[in-house]
């Protein structure tokens, strides 16, 4: 069973175990657990910097924590409040597989005692301790009143707004990598889409090939079946041949003689009430009516193939645009990869790609959204000086106060440079 701890108010949520819903790799409980929870981590990654949250991701056990300056408290709430309704639902679902204990969001005005490291005071179905939670009678911090301590405590850094290093001129920014890529991919679609011809002649010609290439295989494989059942109706051929005197690698002659031999229809005649002509028609007919709706279906087979292949690479297109390194014939190769965007499954290019590559993308985003928190930091601090003086602020630390001479730093401020390092801020003396 999984067993799910959540606290929408401190921004907590702790999963272990495993459902047992089904064997590994087809357990779709355990699959929709770990969506939820990777779709959180994600959520956060891309809005946090690293020293604002945690998210210890491992095989059986999960623990994710926020910690949001107070500008993004609400947001990081409402994210927190969507995943654990998501494990709600599956909880009432999944009751056997799945247990949940949460801690719901308080209303401003109410009171609750703090769970002990996730030893939540309240149930999934609202037991003792969530009762408890509601009557308010056990002393505690408000959700409120914690956001705002949060919020003071990072206002009360003396050192925020000083400009350490050598300061360099402040010139307009020049164009960034998702701007460009928009700008190339306006271009793009302004001029003539290429017809799937084109694409599988010219840029994705290796795909295709690969692509037929399995196709190939796969048939081969269906061939050298056929090949083992052919060898078992030799014997059935000669006793065939010998009987009607005709050569037993005959195939069309044998089947001729056996349509004609009135024998073999007998009996359904008389028990369906008809002549044997009648009937030898009638099952002619149907064995021509077999063979036409077989090439049919062959046909129907290749076109949907042609289709799908299609699909997939204007899938392919669209997901390079946010994963340029995308190579669909490289992804074909994948094993994973072919089967979730086979035919019979249809995941698109793109979600079979962050399948396949979910890693690697989890150490990427957490840079990025490093890196993006640190330009909004450095941003802030070369900006500090236009800013008005916060309240209770007044007589610290002067806002457009520079610190280029190392000789003049104080302990605190190698340990807010340190700090400031450590976010992607790059300071130079």
């Known amino acids: 069973m999984i067993r799910i701890h959540a606290d929408v108010e401190r921004m907590q949520l702790r999963v272990r175990g495993h459902a047992g819903y089904a064997p590994e790799g087809q357990d779709i409980v355990c699959a ?20 604002d949250y945690t998210a210890q991701l491992e095989d059986g056990d999960a623990y994710i924590e926020a910690r949001p300056p107070a500008e993004l408290a609400d947001g990081c709430q409402r994210i927190f409040m969507v995943i654990v309704n998501g494990l709600n639902l599956l909880a009432n679902q999944y009751g056997q597989y799945v ?29 003792d301790g969530g009762a408890a939670a509601g009557a308010g009678d056990a002393a505690g911090v408000t959700a409120p009143d914690a956001g705002v301590n949060r919020a003071k405590k990072r206002r009360e850094n003396p050192l925020a707004t000083v400009k350490y290093g050598k300061q360099p001129e402040v010139s307009a920014p020049s164009p960034d990598a998702t701007g460009a890529a928009e ?40 061939n050298a079946e056929n090949e083992e ?45 008809m002549s044997i002509d009648s009937l030898k028609a009638i099952k002619q007919m149907e064995r021509e009516n077999a063979q036409l709706k077989q090439r049919e279906q062959q046909s129907i087979a290749d076109q949907r193939l042609r289709a799908h292949f299609n699909a997939l690479a204007q899938q392919a297109d669209e997901a390079k645009k946010l994963y340029p390194n995308l ?49 909004r930091m450095a941003n802030a601090i070369r900006s500090g000086s236009m800013r008005p003086v916060e309240n209770g602020l007044q007589g610290q630390q002067s806002a457009g106060v ?28």
């Open 32 to 51: 929709a657990v770990s969506a939820l929870v990777y779709t959180l981590a994600q959520n956060l990654a891309l809005t946090l910097c690293d020293e």
């Open 99 to 127: 247990w949940l204990e949460a801690v719901a969001l308080l209303p401003a005005a109410s009171a609750t005692s703090p769970p002990e490291s996730f030893g939540f005071q309240g149930g999934a179905a609202g037991g």
């Open 183 to 222: 700008a190339a991919n306006t271009t793009g679609d302004a001029g003539k889409k290429p017809t799937f011809q084109e694409l599988i002649e010219g840029e994705y010609k290796a795909e295709f090939g690969e692509y037929v290439q399995n196709v190939i295989r796969q048939r081969f494989k269906a």
């Open 229 to 273: 059942k052919l060898g078992k109706m030799t014997p059935i051929m000669e006793m065939l041949g010998q009987k009607y005197d005709i050569d037993p690698n005959d195939i069309d002659g044998i089947a001729k003689v056996v349509g004609d031999d009135d024998s073999l229809y007998e009996a359904e005649a008389m028990e369906r009430g």
């Open 327 to 375: 190579d669909l014939g490289v992804e074909m190769q994948n094993p994973t990869f072919a089967r979730l965007t086979s035919p019979n499954v249809g995941v698109d290019v793109r979600t079979a790609y962050e399948v396949v590559h979910r890693d690697e993308m989890r150490g990427a985003e957490m840079q990025f959204a490093a890196q993006k928190s640190a330009e």
């Open 402 to 429: 520079v610190k280029a001479d190392p000789k003049s730093l104080t302990k605190a401020d190698r340990e807010e440079i340190k700090r400031r390092v450590r976010l992607g801020e790059k300071i130079v003396f």
